[in-house]
């Protein structure tokens, strides 16, 4: 396999391991002399830090792509080789998101820690919560890991993901997960139900014309999920004639629905999804160019 | 001691201000007893599950597909069944596909129990699996969403690049080594993504990838609105939406669409489709649609039944009102 | 190997990658940069921009003077989202409240369900009271991280409010199917709401159920209504200029494409003769058609201004460029 990337090497190899010690030392080593230097210059480098990386995904956003481009494509120009070199860069930006935003998971499992630990060891009122946290934590990371564990080490020909051939731990880990995990997650879902319910008996009121316009199409809409009532009405308005045509058809609660959501909703939620989108470009140039000013700082 | 005589409430105020746990306890009931009773209610698929269904049944028998599982078992509700139908329809027609997740961490983990499951009722009905590695591979999840939807719109292989699942072997191989993905290079070579989401992964989607494969979206009901949009302008070839679209897609696999059946009866009729759409005959089609949606029904009567009492107490309040004015 | 531009390749390529749609984000960026410069020109000259009354945010200053009366802390939620320009705007917002909540020692609380998120908005509250002068009042554990799990968020922050009896809640970002248990829990708290969401599905569970409500770009001028900072109220102006650019190309692509429909879906005899084609644009060459074909949509000018010019169903075959004798091994 020919490596041209000078961060990657052969498998187990001194050189990739050296690599991996100076990707770690070098940003490391980078950090600490940041946070030595004074305020205003450790603006100017993370203003520039955030230019050339956010730059990189302007310029290919720019630049004109590779039309159909095959694995074994070459460029035969510069315009195909910047191209060609910028949407390379993209999966590799995509893969260090990635890693971050897992490393980063391990920043909130400290605050969670700090802030039960704290509640612990401080006998607030709300402590045994704080210990039945903890001790779940523990016990999903313990079983969890040890069925990826037992998963590596299987003999061959053994696929430990498949119920015939699981263990304890896997037995463990699926009750933690399946039936505890999930069944609490779904619970707390079918709670909306509920809280529909009270929310639209609280607040739906006929209490001016838009209201009623709004209460009227709401129930098209929902009577046409219905199919007791939907099917009736259907063959009751299937009758109605126009010359040829089914002209009843135009006012099934199918066809009124489709009529609403493409005519109505679709364009009005299209309306709100410009406004939200050109502001999330404003906002997104403004941190890209280092102009946004907080109101915090 | 005097005690303050609780004043009499008019029937417009008591009917406006029901106690909260009436309305939990009625839709509690409502909701549930429908699941213990068997009832068939009748449907007509909605424009935009005729053409999901539709243009699923067009992918060719063998190909290979992207199964986005954003959904974990919160929204079982919906998620779960669209998600068998699917499954379902893509084993019959020998699809391979990629199961992976850019929404939830948990969501690979969901799949793979989802797919033991319906792999028992393979089993039941003396049916063949769908072998993991073999006929599906499970590629993870990833946590950079919109990076990840651009770096496979750009090269699939590399998107997914060292991402493994377990072979036959019982260890962990390189996916792209896998008959599934053995011979795709790129985002061309695979015929659809289909999305089964609770959440915004359409809109990444529709965003990266839409101008470059067919995209069927298997949203929640709350997501319906905001996935519209996109098949009403033709960027996504179609949508299912909640409950309904579930049950409109078991409807629509066993009955097909503009498909006489024996006695020349066509059970499901549409004028959106030229010709007719086959369907699946003899085989267990009815799933989680067929269940949930009479319980549906029930709780959606409920709901109106209540807005209609709140409005019909608002207006004797007001009524009570004028008069005493 | 040595590089050569061959002739109009480059503009090929360009004109087959949708080059209108870079074009217009390009000229939509202008329109924002424009007017914060500008903006900033008429701040020197003592001049403001108006901007109409958005009630929400005129009530944060109640919702925090009814919090501290009753004693009662206030609860902030950036959403579900990471770290992005949503939460951010979120922060920016709760900067301000914060800064409300510091004056008057009414305790904070700002639950994250992001690691990253919670990194930052620690630095940012620790930052407002700094800045004000009131470092003593800050407490490090007002800044929580809750989870990153949608429902045990939910949970968790269900659990605060009901238990510290909250009485002021600010929901702003990314909210998805949690919030209306925050927004009906804080409502069985007593407490008052002010609610938006990014995502359009979640605002009417939030107009039901909450005070005051920031409907779609609302959200993204709240910096600018709170702080009147000349960038941020330049910024929203430059935005309006893109929504108006927005608004004239719907309308021209309305009519062009209309007209264009009505050429190809009237059949012979009918008020437009149907439209056929002779010459199709195949990988940025221009081929002739063995038959003339009728028109699709997609073959119409306003699609190919945004589009590639490249139908996928029409079915064509991709023919590839013989590789160069002298090419290197695989890229990856």
């Known amino acids: ?297 | 001691m005097a005690i303050n005589p609780k004043p009499n409430r008019s029937i417009g105020e008591v009917l406006q201000s029901l106690p909260r746990q009436w309305l939990y306890t009625i839709l509690l009931i409502v909701s549930t007893v429908p699941l213990f009773i068997q009832v068939l209610i009748p449907n007509k698929p909605e424009d935009s599950s005729i053409d999901f269904y539709q243009n699923l049944m067009k992918i060719p028998d063998g190909s290979v597909v992207l199964l986005s599982s954003d959904w974990t078992n919160s929204t079982r509700g919906e998620s779960r069944g669209e998600f068998d139908a699917i499954v379902k329809i893509l084993m019959r027609k020998h699809i391979k596909f990629v199961v992976y997740s850019i929404a939830d961490p948990q969501a690979p983990q969901v799949a793979r129990d989802e797919m033991n499951y319906l792999n028992g009722l393979q089993i039941q009905a003396h049916l063949p699996t769908y072998q993991p590695w073999t006929d599906w591979v499970n590629g993870g999840y990833f946590p950079n969403g919109d990076g990840t939807a651009n770096a496979m719109s750009i090269s699939l292989r590399k998107a997914f690049g060292g991402k493994k699942d377990i072979a036959p072997n019982g260890q962990l191989e390189d996916i792209f080594l896998s008959p599934v993905l053995a011979n795709v290079q790129t985002i061309q070579d695979v015929k659809a993504l289909i999305d089964v989401t609770a959440s915004a992964t359409a809109t990444t989607y529709v965003q990266k990838l839409g101008q470059k494969m067919m995209l069927l979206f298997a949203v929640t009901g709350v997501m319906g609105p905001e996935a519209l949009p996109y098949y009403s302008s033709g960027q996504v070839s179609g949508v299912t939406i909640g409950i309904k679209g579930v049950y409109d897609l078991e409807t629509m696999m066993q009955d097909g669409v503009n498909l006489p059946d024996a006695t020349g009866k066509v059970a499901v009729s549409s004028n959106h489709v030229v010709g007719s759409i086959g369907n699946f005959p003899g085989m267990s089609n009815l799933g989680q649609g067929s269940q949930y949606y009479p319980a549906l029904n029930a709780s959606l009567a409920v709901f109106i039944l209540a807005i209609v009492v709140g409005n019909i107490g608002m207006f004797m309040v007001k009524k009570e009102k004028s008069r005493t004015q | 190997m040595s590089y050569y531009l061959a002739a109009g390749t480059w503009a090929n390529q360009y004109t087959d990658t949708g080059w209108f749609a870079v074009a217009l984000t390009v000229l939509l960026c202008l329109f924002v940069l424009y007017n914060i410069a500008l903006s900033h020109k008429k701040f020197k000259e003592g001049k403001t921009t108006f901007i109409r009354r958005i009630a929400g945010l005129n009530s944060i200053d109640e919702a925090v003077g009814r919090a501290t009366e009753m004693g009662r802390p206030v609860l902030m939620v950036p959403g579900l989202g990471g770290l992005g320009p949503v939460v951010v705007q979120a922060l920016t917002i709760f900067s301000s409240i914060t800064r409300t909540a510091a004056k008057f020692a009414n305790p904070i609380i700002l639950c994250c369900a992001d690691a990253a998120v919670y990194t930052v908005a620690q630095e940012t509250i620790r930052d407002v009271y700094q800045s004000e002068g009131l470092a003593d009042r800050y407490d490090p554990s007002s800044v929580r991280f809750v989870s990153d799990r949608q429902f045990a968020f939910a949970a968790g922050v269900s659990g605060i409010i009901l238990r510290d009896q909250v009485a002021a809640t600010f929901f702003m970002g990314d909210f998805y199917a949690e919030s209306l248990i925050f927004a009906e829990t804080a409502n069985m708290a007593g407490a008052i709401q002010i609610a938006s969401s990014t995502q359009t599905t979640q605002t009417p569970f939030f107009i039901a159920s909450c005070d005051y409500v920031l409907i779609g770009d609302e959200f993204y001028a709240a910096s600018a209504y709170l702080s009147r900072e000349p960038t941020l109220t330049g910024s929203m102006t430059g935005q309006d200029w893109c929504k108006m650019m927005v608004i004239f190309l719907v309308v021209l692509g309305a009519i062009i494409n209309t007209q264009e429909i009505a050429r190809v879906t009237f059949g012979p005899g009918g008020i437009f003769n149907q439209h056929y084609i002779n010459q199709d644009k195949q990988h940025s060459a221009i081929v002739n058609l063995p038959a003339a074909r009728p028109a699709k949509s997609s073959d119409s000018p306003i699609e190919h201004l945004f589009n590639p010019q490249d139908d996928p169903s029409l079915q064509k075959t991709i023919v590839r460029d013989q590789n160069p004798p002298d090419r290197k091994g695989a890229s990856d």
């Open chain 1, 1 to 297: 396999m020919i490596w041209h990337n000078f961060w990657t090497g052969p498998n187990n190899s001194f050189l990739l391991w050296l690599r991996i010690i100076l990707a770690f030392v070098i940003p490391s080593a980078l950090f600490y002399s940041i946070r030595s230097v004074s305020p205003f210059t450790r603006k100017i480098i993370v203003a520039a830090a955030f230019f050339f990386t956010g730059g990189v995904y302007v310029f290919y956003f720019l630049w004109p792509q590779p039309i159909h481009r095959q694995p074994l494509d070459i460029p035969r120009n510069l315009s195909e080789s910047i191209g060609f070199m910028l949407s390379d860069s993209v999966p590799v930006a995509a893969d260090v998101a990635n890693i971050v935003g897992a490393f980063l998971l391990g920043l909130g499992v400290y605050s969670v820690f700090s802030i039960h630990v704290d509640k612990i060891r401080k006998g607030h009122r709300d402590s045994p919560f704080s210990i039945a946290l903890i001790i779940s934590v523990f016990l999903m990371l313990f079983f969890g890991y040890l069925n990826y564990y037992q998963t590596l080490k299987a003999p061959p020909g053994v696929n430990m993901t498949l119920p015939q051939n699981w263990h304890f731990a896997q037995y463990a880990r699926d009750f933690l997960f399946n039936g505890v995990l999930q069944q609490m997650d779904a619970a707390m879902f079918s709670l909306i139900a509920f809280y529909i319910l009270s929310a639209a008996y609280r607040a739906f009121r006929i209490r001016s014309i838009e209201a009623t316009v709004l209460l009227a199409t709401a129930l098209i809409l929902v009577l046409k999920v219905m199919g007791v009532v939907a099917d009736p009405w259907s063959q009751l308005v299937h009758g109605l004639h126009f010359g040829n045509n089914q002209f009843g058809d135009n006012f099934t609660f199918l066809n009124i629905s489709n009529f609403l959501q493409n005519s109505f909703q679709s364009s009005s939620i299209r309306a709100v999804d410009f406004g939200v989108g050109i502001g999330a470009l404003a906002m997104a140039l403004r941190l890209w160019l280092s102009i946004d000013k907080q109101t915090g700082t």
